[in-house]
């Protein structure tokens, strides 16, 4: 699965930095990823074979510094496999290559648009997701996948993600009381998935809902109960 010449003897995610200790100097990459995360462990609640990571080094190699995306997703791995949790993602060990990369573009352009996408490409990395609320005149957000190589632009917004399960997707909303555009998870009908807030607010309008329809429920049970004492007939006693 990887075609890479590696050193006969490897080191373990443990013995290698988790990071290239490059500091976010955009609040929303951290942000970002971390939203998504966040709908994934709602969605995926039962699931034990994925892992999303954010800011956490990739290593391909031993000799070579890690690549750092904003965040990443990997199917087929172990979701925990210690109580410490992982360090650092290691090709090698994992034997799985993320099949989702996302790269939110900073104040500092890191040529996300070529040298990245040329690594990710080289990688074998399925989609390659790169995020700019500073463009103009294109789409903030770009989906690339993986053909024969070479990635090509995917059309749309929410862009549906058949080896994932999911679509991705931009829209207005709030997050830890920002209201701006954010990326989310969509079904295959094109209909978001919700927040962690979101889903709690939904959770207690529903339970609140029910509690109404329990109480109207009592007082049409009792105004009936009157209504047979009315008419001398013992509610209590109907057998």
């Given at each position: 699965m990887l075609d890479y010449d590696l050193p006969r003897y490897l080191p373990s995610a443990e013995e290698l930095p988790d990071s290239d200790e490059t500091p976010v100097d955009n609040e929303l990459q951290e942000l970002m990823p971390g939203l998504l995360k966040a709908i994934l462990l709602i969605l995926w609640a039962e699931r034990m074979d994925w892992l999303f990571g954010i800011?956490?080094?990739?290593?391909?190699?031993?000799?070579?510094?890690?690549?750092v995306p904003d965040g990443f997703l990997s199917l087929g791995v172990e979701r925990f496999y210690d109580e410490e949790l992982r360090p650092s993602y290691v090709l090698w060990d994992e034997n799985v290559v993320p099949i989702f990369v996302l790269k939110v573009v900073s104040q500092n352009y890191r040529k996300e648009y070529t040298t990245k996408l040329d690594e990710y490409a080289a990688l074998g990395v399925l989609y390659y997701v790169i995020y700019s609320s500073r463009r103009r005149r294109k789409?903030?957000?770009?989906?690339?996948?993986?053909?024969?190589?070479?990635?090509?632009?995917?059309?749309?917004?929410?862009?549906?993600?058949?080896?994932?399960?999911?679509?991705?997707?931009?829209?207005?909303?709030?997050?830890?009381?920002?209201?701006?555009?954010?990326?989310?998870?969509y079904d295959q009908q094109g209909q978001r998935y919700l927040t962690p807030a979101?889903?709690?607010?939904?959770?207690?309008?529903?339970?609140?809902?029910?509690?109404?329809?329990?109480?109207?429920?009592?007082?049409?049970?009792?105004?009936?109960?009157?209504?047979?004492?009315?008419?001398?007939?013992?509610?209590d006693n109907l057998g």
């Open positions: 800011d956490m080094g990739i290593y391909y190699h031993s000799d070579k510094p890690p690549i789409p903030y957000l770009e989906v690339h996948k993986l053909v024969n190589g070479k990635y090509e632009l995917q059309e749309g917004n929410p862009i549906w993600l058949p080896e994932i399960g999911l679509g991705i997707g931009c829209e207005r909303g709030n997050y830890c009381g920002v209201t701006r555009e954010w990326m989310y998870w979101e889903q709690i607010k939904q959770e207690t309008q529903r339970a609140q809902q029910e509690a109404q329809r329990a109480e109207v429920a009592e007082q049409k049970v009792q105004q009936l109960t009157e209504k047979l004492r009315a008419l001398g007939i013992d509610p």
